[in-house]
């Protein structure tokens, strides 16, 4: 069973840029509200989306660098990369609707 996992600045290039699906990373925080209401949805879309797609977290607090490198002014801040290229943005949480929308755009794009 895949699951959502945690990268760092260390382990970015292999987790996220390098990844041979599509990934959705998860910039958030543990204090945020809407970030812990989201991680359910996160949890249950990275099992319908094994080996399809990776969901990949975020903390903005232990990982400032990378927070600041992809412009994370407010969280949860969903981005969605595609062969080491950021293809879309999303600050907030959305409705697990959507999220499933944009994963299979792109595992189909893909």
């Keep these: 069973m895949n699951s959502v996992f945690h990268t760092t600045t ?3 290039g292999q987790d996220v840029l390098n990844s041979p699906v599509p990934v959705l990373v998860d910039f958030y925080a ?3 509200g809407p970030c812990r209401m989201l991680a359910p949805t996160l949890d249950k879309l990275a099992v319908e989306f094994a080996g399809k797609a990776r969901i ?6 232990k990982e400032p ?3 600041s490198q992809f412009n994370v002014s407010s969280i ?3 981005t ?5 290229e950021i293809v879309g943005q999303s600050a907030g949480a959305p409705p697990e609707a959507a999220l499933r929308r944009a994963l299979n755009q792109l595992t189909t794009a893909a």
């Design 65 to 67: 660098t990378l927070a």
């Design 56 to 61: 990949v977290k975020i903390n903005v607090d």
């Design 80 to 84: 969605f990369i595609v062969d080491g």
């Design 76 to 78: 949860p801040n969903l």
């Design 30 to 32: 543990d204090w945020c």
């Design 10 to 12: 260390e382990s970015f």
